[in-house]
């Protein structure tokens, strides 16, 4: 399967994933708003969530996988798997260790995190979180198989997991909402259950392609140490990512509502992200391994022009149309119930701040790609902790006169340093560096999206003064908006043709994988 089609697999599955997401996210905003109920189911779930991120997506996959890959091609497939069953066990010991300090510390946790929480809401969060915090060992479990999946070339196993979660979290909103008096409680027991159902599907699919995990007495090797080599960095730098968005929600407590605006924003924006970047660089993350262990560098150099060329064109497309239409999305979303015209406002303004850095977001994992590929962590880890310094010293200017839009703002700014430090040890490593050709199509990307912001604005505008659209129902307005997202995407398309950024006997003879190459005449 080519680097294409593997995306636009694994795209689908997570724009399918997504679509539940936001489903769930609507009815959450529905029954509870932007609430102090809100707030605190938010941050309780945030607490899994970040060590799920730090210990099974971020760090564990890319230390594992361009090891067990070398291991596997250089070695056999016993010793590979060998090497991974020791690296599953020790995952367990830590991942046990950190669930019990936790429980034993959640409230301590709870307090620091935020500050301007009232001593009963730290309670209720305390509690909430201290159920939803085991939920940590059966998704990192889950994650881990999947990075084994994404190794073995099988990308939409993976993406297919997080369905389960939303499809549980929407039943247990639906249940409270009816039959229950304290839909927050339902909600995170639901968190629980549906991680159980995660893992026995993934225990199962890990079956049908013999990965065979066992628990044993985990061994020290060459190989494990040069795992735990690589991963500490790659801890750390994810703790640091990780840390930048806690610290938005420290500052966000004080903040009637904001963890809860900044929580709505934050799931808009990460469509794009979802669904596109972290597609791009989990492929990419295989191919590049792979490609590693032939030494082919000039399919390398190839395949990140192509997943950079292919991010930037997305991520912009998704940028200027979240920027230009983020309230009629807000309002389409989460208009109803608790959820008010200021909450609309409040959000959308985020999103805005946000959408600044989505081309940001995605070179940083792209480039970081790029170093775990090269199994060099911690050039990513001492820029990320610089990174997190930038957005702490943005937040503490900006939060005093923009609120809770400094904060997302300042997330943002931090992420363009973060990239552009990237790239500077990307070129002194000889990792990778931009070539002119590069450089020239970047330019047109920027035109065709600039010349693309300003037309969506104006048919935005003329559809508003405009006597045969109406946004007074939601019909009408899901109408509008899908019209106004489908005029920006051809636009945008015909642009880049134009301009020659891609090739349109590619898209017509759906050979993709030459979609940037240039068009020869003649």
């Known amino acids: 399967m080519n680097v294409f089609k593997s995306f636009s697999l694994m795209s689908i599955l997570t724009f399918l994933s997504r679509i539940l997401g936001y489903a769930r996210d609507l009815l959450f905003a529905f029954i509870f708003g932007a609430s102090s109920s809100a707030d605190s189911f938010l941050l309780a779930f945030r607490l899994p969530n970040l060590f799920r991120r730090l210990f099974a997506e971020g760090a564990?996959?890319?230390?594992?996988?361009?090891?067990?890959?070398?291991?596997?091609?250089?070695?056999?497939?016993?010793?590979?798997?060998?090497?991974?069953?020791?690296?599953?066990?020790?995952l367990i010991i830590i991942l046990l260790i950190v669930t019990v300090l936790a429980e034993i510390f959640m409230k301590e946790i709870i307090s620091f995190l935020a500050p301007g929480f009232s001593e009963d809401?730290?309670?209720?969060?305390?509690?909430?979180?201290?159920?939803?915090?085991p939920y940590l060992v059966l998704i990192s479990i889950s994650s881990f198989l999947g990075a084994?999946?994404?190794?073995n070339g099988r990308f939409a196993m993976w993406a297919f997991s997080p369905i389960i979660l939303n499809l549980g979290m929407i039943i247990a909103l639906g249940v409270s909402y009816f039959y229950f008096a304290i839909p927050e409680l339902v909600l995170s027991w639901a968190v629980i259950i549906s991680g159980i159902f995660q893992l026995l599907v993934m225990l199962f699919w890990s079956l049908k392609i013999n990965i065979k995990i066992k628990f044993s007495k985990p061994r020290v090797s060459k190989n494990i140490k040069k795992f735990f080599s690589l991963l500490m960095p790659n801890i750390?730098?994810?703790?640091?990512?990780?840390?930048?968005?806690?610290?938005?929600?420290?500052?966000?407590?004080?903040?009637?509502?904001?963890?809860?605006?900044?929580?709505?924003?934050?799931?808009?924006?990460?469509?794009?992200?979802?669904?596109?970047?972290?597609?791009i660089s989990t492929i990419l993350l295989t191919t590049l391994s792979n490609q590693k262990a032939k030494k082919s560098k000039k399919?390398?150099?190839?395949?990140?022009?192509?997943?950079?060329?292919?991010?930037?064109?997305?991520?912009?497309?998704?940028m200027l149309g979240l920027i230009a239409l983020s309230d009629l999305i807000v309002d389409i979303l989460f208009k109803r119930g608790k959820f008010g015209l200021g909450d609309v406002l409040a959000t959308s303004d985020a999103i805005v701040m946000y959408s600044i850095g989505l081309p940001a977001f995605g070179f940083i994992k792209i480039f970081s790609v790029i170093f775990f590929s090269e199994k060099n962590t911690l050039i990513?880890?001492?820029?990320?902790?610089?990174?997190?310094?930038?957005?702490?010293?943005?937040?503490v200017l900006l939060v005093g006169s923009m609120g809770h839009l400094g904060i997302a703002l300042s997330l943002s700014l931090a992420s363009y340093f973060n990239v552009i430090a990237l790239y500077i040890f990307l070129h002194k490593k000889k990792y990778?560096?931009?070539?002119?050709?590069?450089?020239?199509?970047?330019?047109?990307?920027?035109?065709?999206?600039?010349?693309?912001?300003?037309?969506?604005?104006?048919?935005?505008?003329?559809?508003?003064?405009?006597?045969?659209?109406?946004?007074?129902?939601?019909?009408?307005?899901?109408?509008?908006?899908?019209?106004?997202?489908?005029?920006?995407?051809?636009?945008?398309?015909?642009?880049?043709?134009?301009?020659?950024?891609?090739?349109?006997?590619?898209?017509?003879?759906?050979?993709?994988?030459?979609?940037?190459?240039?068009?020869?005449?003649g």
Do not use: H
């Open 380 to 395: 990513p880890f001492l820029i990320s902790t610089l990174s997190m310094l930038v957005n702490l010293f943005l937040i």
């Open 121 to 133: 809401l730290i309670n209720k969060t305390t509690f909430l979180a201290s159920i939803m915090f």
């Open 236 to 279: 750390l730098a994810g703790g640091i990512l990780q840390i930048n968005q806690f610290i938005g929600v420290i500052f966000a407590s004080s903040i009637m509502g904001a963890i809860s605006w900044l929580y709505y924003a934050d799931r808009i924006v990460q469509l794009p992200l979802g669904i596109f970047i972290v597609s």
């Open 432 to 521: 990778w560096k931009l070539n002119k050709n590069f450089i020239k199509k970047i330019f047109k990307i920027l035109i065709s999206s600039f010349l693309t912001y300003i037309l969506l604005i104006t048919a935005y505008m003329l559809m508003l003064f405009s006597d045969y659209f109406s946004l007074s129902g939601f019909m009408s307005k899901t109408f509008t908006l899908s019209l106004l997202m489908f005029f920006a995407g051809i636009t945008f398309v015909l642009l880049l043709i134009m301009f020659r950024v891609i090739n349109y006997n590619a898209i017509k003879n759906r050979k993709f994988s030459d979609l940037f190459t240039e068009r020869k005449f």
């Open 148 to 151: 084994l999946f994404n190794a």
């Open 60 to 90: 564990i996959s890319n230390a594992l996988i361009p090891l067990y890959l070398d291991i596997k091609k250089k070695s056999n497939k016993k010793i590979a798997q060998t090497f991974y069953n020791s690296v599953f066990n020790y």
């Open 299 to 318: 399919n390398i150099d190839q395949q990140i022009e192509f997943s950079c060329l292919l991010m930037l064109c997305l991520t912009l497309l998704c």
